[in-house]
């Protein structure tokens, strides 16, 4: 996510709760700024690798 600057932030923390309220194992990321490209950027240089492991 993009910190609490990020218009999805709640969204993000409702799907947190969620995944915990069934045990689901997840991990996050936040990345602070926002919801922009930049964080996508970031984030997708963390996650793609993640995808073939």
Known sequence: MG?????????GENTKALFDKFGIKYQT????AGHTFIT??????EFAPMLFR
């Not at 990321?29 to 602070?32: E, I, L």
């Not at 996508?40 to 240089?45: E, G, T």
């Open 29 to 32: 990321n936040s990345y602070p």
């Open 40 to 45: 996508w950027r970031h984030n997708l240089a």
């Open 3 to 11: 910190g609490e600057a990020d218009i999805a932030y709640q969204n």
